[in-house]
């Protein structure tokens, strides 16, 4: 039986090389570096989640492992003369499940209408982000409007819904400053997420799915956990479904399609969010609109 070794070690440089010096010298620690290398030949398999400092194909951590692995295989074969092995086994790579299930692009079903939301949000927190006028100026705008501000969080691409929840619920609760912000603004790119969150559609969109996204971050949490085994999946997997279920009828910490409907007012047949006027685009799918 294999003993699961369970350690952190903080990398001394950053990226894919910093992540290959951490794991051998954590295996070497660990285990002695003679152990090491000889679990490094044979090991048949390697998981990361979808970072891209892992996956790199020229120079992510699935390839300097590999690298790592054949250099070390070498030196093994000179070092034995009558070494048995003629060849180096492949080392399969994979992604972990959780964040391979959950990314926007893992799920057809709940990816394919909602990727270019996530999409448009992410470009949006880059916006600011990347300019401290612009942050500057948006914090200004919320204290002219009286209006609630959070800091918009960076976007990463692992622990996907935990990160991508705390996106959506940030936004939403800065959405009446962000809009405001947007009114004024004379930017070219300004008045394309001006356009982008004054859609009706686009705003039920983002509530429903920080409601969801609320009982799927929790699930993620617990799946990556250390006390659960691939046999206590079907359980959790069963628990999730029916607290999905539940939304439709239980009340949740910060319910965000009932808040934003609150906020959604009708006056002579326009429609308003707060103070602020709202559109609706005619969307057709694809499929009709080739009908047509």
């Given at each position: 039986?294999?003993?699961?070794?369970?350690?952190?070690?903080?990398?001394?440089?950053?990226?894919?090389?910093?992540?290959?010096?951490?794991?051998?010298?954590?295996?070497?620690?660990?285990?002695?570096?003679?152990?090491?290398?000889?679990?490094?030949?044979?090991?048949?398999?390697?998981?990361?989640?979808?970072?891209?400092?892992?996956?790199?194909?020229?120079?992510?951590?699935?390839?300097?492992?590999?690298?790592?692995?054949?250099?070390?295989?070498?030196?093994?074969?000179?070092?034995?003369?009558?070494?048995?092995?003629?060849?180096?086994?492949?080392?399969?790579?994979?992604?972990?499940?959780?964040?391979?299930?959950?990314?926007?692009?893992?799920?057809?079903?709940?990816?394919?209408?909602?990727?270019?939301?996530?999409?448009?949000?992410?470009?949006?927190?880059?916006?600011?982000?990347k300019s401290g006028v612009r942050s500057q100026e948006l914090r200004q705008t919320a204290t002219e409007h009286g209006c609630k501000l959070l800091r918009l969080p960076r976007v990463f691409e692992v622990r996907w819904t935990e990160f991508t929840h705390d996106l959506l619920t940030d936004l939403l609760q800065s959405f009446s400053a962000l809009l405001a912000y947007f009114e004024k603004s004379t930017e070219t790119a300004s008045r394309g997420f001006h356009l982008f969150l004054t859609d009706i559609d686009n705003i039920r969109t983002i509530s429903f799915l920080a409601d969801v996204l609320i009982v799927f971050s929790r699930f993620q949490k617990q799946i990556q956990s250390d006390d659960i085994t691939v046999l206590d999946l079907s359980q959790y997997i069963e628990r999730m479904k029916r607290k999905l279920l539940l939304l439709k009828s239980t009340v949740l910490t910060a319910v965000w399609v009932e808040q934003t409907e609150q906020k959604i007012m009708e006056n002579q047949g326009v429609m308003y969010y707060e103070n602020f006027a709202l559109h609706k685009h005619d969307r057709r799918r694809r499929g009709e609109h080739h009908n047509t």
């Open positions: 039986m294999v003993k699961p070794v369970c350690t952190s070690w903080v990398p001394m440089n950053r990226g894919a090389k910093g992540l290959c010096e951490a794991l051998e010298s954590v295996g070497s620690v660990t285990i002695g570096k003679s152990a090491f290398s000889k679990l490094l030949v044979k090991a048949f398999s390697f998981v990361t989640d979808g970072a891209s400092a892992n996956t790199g194909e020229k120079a992510g951590l699935w390839t300097l492992v590999k690298q790592l692995r054949q250099r070390t295989f070498d030196d093994t074969q000179d070092a034995t003369a009558h070494c048995t092995d003629k060849k180096l086994s492949p080392l399969l790579t994979f992604w972990c499940g959780a964040p391979f299930k959950f990314r926007v692009g893992g799920s057809r079903q709940f990816g394919h209408r909602s990727k270019p939301h996530f999409q448009q949000l992410a470009s949006l927190c880059s916006y600011f982000r």
